[in-house]
């Protein structure tokens, strides 16, 4: 393991808060050290408070920061006597310690203190790092891993047994770290947990951070058990969308609300799937109890979901009657599937948890092989981990939820999706919690949202073989299809019947038409499996009902998608899909019309371009975000007993009305 630290970068931060951040980011930036939110840091400065006395404080990593980015804000400043004092107490429940700790911050916007507050507190030095490094839980969770521990590091760490995050485990570590400690040591390791290193400066403690796991790994690679075999090639199918969304609409059932999965078939993962002894390896635990809460303390094995839950339900029933507290059991559903066919399926509310259990699992992977080759692996017991699934401030979390917008956990798929229309109904899906695949010709479609829950693909949507790409490749990164927004479409030049070409009345129909057909016809069966039932907006026209003259291939083929929309909903009612359509009309601010066409346009009927744009019944302006607000509403309850019905949204046309 490399130190990334370097004395230029580090000279752009000024002060013990500003070096914090430094090495910080340094350990956030490997994710063999810290993944998605884990790990915590603090440094200990004494500051002058409002009365101008000297106060010391602890700055420790706030809940909700991630150590890859964290700024000084993320940092909570707690008044470190009193968590001192609070140290010394016999007992203290969680909560009354997160409590403690909220209440004795000198900054009342700062973010929830770390629960491990207490225990950075305690430690007397400086600067304090905190890593589930892999190499380390990959050494404490096999079965001769605490003399392992010994053997590697002798006198230079303390060494502490697994026990639960919290209150106790920061006074046991105060305890053992004044009995084992001496001017030499450099670290501590809690067994199935992680390491902490500490040090005078930031660079200190984060280099021995770095010395101290570079330890383990080369303990590992002497061993053979670091460097891991390059997996054998998997062979996949290309086809698996049909599976995916079965397996996706089963998962949410049991959840009880729609789930986000993402499925990657990268050969490790499958090579894992595909072991003859995975179910030994895979069903013992995960690698420290911090994970649990994003992938549930065992993966699924295949896809029986109902088998999965009812085994869920037994290991609560079996640990719960146990607890202190009543609990509430959570959802029976699997965060992580293991198949042989899929590889490592991931599931969350979001598409964010579904990548953050990814990226989880392949590194327990990685980790249960690494342990497996070193002789056993074996994970802590399912008591400790119900009790941190099950822990009271986790249970409180879920008491306080809030209402998650309306799409979260369902997946929309828009065609023509880089400009105008579509652009605008993909702004609205996401604003409603949508994952969203956003489908265009035009390649800005890959670079249009950087975030998780967007996929942007370059597609022709008159090629079926790219179409088909498309609609896998969606199933792969989200699991499948909820909501289609039918949009992609082209308004050729005016040109009389008598000039009309073949070649331009072909074009036009298979854009707006034939390509409908298509992806409508793919796209069927994962609508089938949509777990709130399938719904489809079809971009239509004013020109349906009102065509106009040099429109020939323009009105006739949004005259035939109607028509098809219309089929389409007497067919498939009976499988949960409805299909709405919407009819706009100069709706300006998309690529279609060009300034130059608008003033064209108005000039046409003597009219300034202002008076053109309002030209309707209202005298208003439509734009691209009213059309993209009612193609959403369309998919939400108010539309929930609608099918086939034709909106205008038009501002009020004379000769639609
Ligand atoms: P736009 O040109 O801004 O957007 C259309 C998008 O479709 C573009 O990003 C384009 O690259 C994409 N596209 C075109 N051909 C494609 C293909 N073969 N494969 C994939 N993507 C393709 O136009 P807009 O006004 O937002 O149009 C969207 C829809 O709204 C169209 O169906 C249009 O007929 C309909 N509509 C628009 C108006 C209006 O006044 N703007 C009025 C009524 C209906």
Redesign the pocket.
């Known amino acids: 393991m490399k130190s990334l630290w370097n004395d230029d970068e580090a000279r752009h931060y000024a002060g013990d808060l500003a070096l914090r951040v430094y090495t910080s980011r340094l350990l956030g930036r490997d994710t063999t050290l810290v993944l998605h939110g884990g790990g915590n840091t603090s440094v200990k400065i004494t500051e002058k408070n409002i009365l101008g006395k000297d106060e010391d404080l602890l700055y420790v990593k706030g809940s909700g920061w991630d150590l890859e980015t964290i700024e000084a804000d993320g940092f909570s400043p707690v008044r470190l006597n009193h968590m001192l004092a609070l140290a010394k107490l016999a007992n203290l429940s969680d909560p009354q310690m997160v409590n403690e700790m909220v209440t004795h911050m000198t900054r009342a916007s700062a973010p929830t203190p770390s629960v491990e507050t207490i225990l950075h507190a305690t430690l007397p030095y400086k600067y304090v790092d905190h890593t589930h490094a892999d190499a380390i839980v990959t050494l404490t969770n096999t079965e001769a891993g605490l003399n392992r521990v010994k053997k590697i590091y002798g006198q230079a760490v303390v060494i502490i047994p697994y026990i639960m995050p919290g209150f106790d485990l920061a006074r046991l570590c105060a305890q053992e770290f004044t009995a084992q400690a001496h001017k030499d040591t450099l670290g501590m390791i809690l067994m199935n947990h992680g390491i902490f290193s500490f040090g005078k400066t930031a660079q200190e403690s984060y280099e021995r951070m770095i010395s101290l796991v570079t330890r383990a790994e080369q303990y590992l690679e002497r061993k053979a058990a670091w460097s891991l075999p390059t997996p054998v090639t998997a062979t996949i199918s290309t086809s698996q969308r049909q599976d995916i969304a079965q397996l996706r609409r089963d998962i949410s059932r049991v959840a009880g609300a729609p789930m986000i999965m993402c499925v990657d078939a990268d050969q490790r993962s499958v090579d894992f799937a595909r072991r003859a002894d995975i179910a030994t390896l895979s069903q013992q635990g995960p690698v420290t109890p911090d994970h649990v809460i994003r992938t549930k303390r065992l993966p699924m094995l295949g896809r029986d979901v109902d088998a999965y839950s009812a085994a869920y339900k037994d290991y609560f029933n079996a640990h719960a009657p146990l607890a202190k507290e009543p609990k509430t059991m959570l959802d029976a559903a699997p965060r992580v599937v293991l198949d042989a066919e899929l590889g490592l399926c991931t599931v969350g509310r979001t598409a964010k948890d579904a990548a953050i259990a990814k990226d989880i699992y392949q590194h327990t992977i990685e980790i249960i092989l690494r342990a497996t080759a070193l002789g056993g692996w074996q994970a802590l017991p399912a008591k400790d981990i119900f009790d941190m699934e099950y822990w009271d401030l986790e249970q409180a979390k879920l008491r306080k939820g809030s209402k998650p917008p309306q799409f979260t956990g369902e997946i929309a798929l828009v ?8 652009k605008a109904c993909v702004d609205a899906l996401l604003e409603r919690g949508a994952a969203v695949i956003g ?4 390649p800005a479609i890959t670079t249009l949202y950087k975030r998780q829950d967007f996929l942007g693909q370059v ?4 090629d079926e073989t790219q179409l088909c790409a498309a609609l896998e490749n969606g199933a792969r990164a989200f699991g499948g299809l909820d909501m289609l927004i039918l ?5 050729p030049a005016s040109r009389r019947i008598e000039a009309l070409s073949s070649t331009e009345w072909r074009k036009v129909m298979s ?2 038409l034939d ?1 409908n057909m298509a992806l409508l016809r793919e796209a069927h069966p994962l609508l089938k499996c949509a777990p709130k039932g399938g719904r489809v907006v079809i ?4 020109n349906v009902p009102a065509p106009g003259p040099g429109a020939a291939a323009y009105s006739t083929s ?1 005259a035939a998608l109607n028509q098809l929309a219309r089929v389409a909903a007497l067919e498939w009612g009976k499988d949960n899909i409805r299909i709405n359509s919407l009819h ?5 601010d ?4 060009s300034d130059d066409i608008l003033q064209a346009r108005a000039a046409h009927y003597g009219l300034s371009v202002e008076q053109y744009k309002r030209n309707n019944v209202l005298g208003v302006d439509v734009t ?1 975000r009213d059309v993209a607000e009612l193609a959403a509403e369309m998919c939400g309850p108010l539309f929930a007993k609608t099918t086939a019905a034709q909106v205008p949204v038009d501002g009020g046309n004379e000769r639609v009305i």
């Open positions: 065609t023509g999706a880089a400009s105008g229309i579509g489908l265009d010709i035009n597609c022709d949507v008159t949009n992609a479409g082209i308004f854009i707006n390509a971009i239509g026209s004013k949004k706009p009309n100069a709706v300006f998309t690529a279609l019309w691209s």
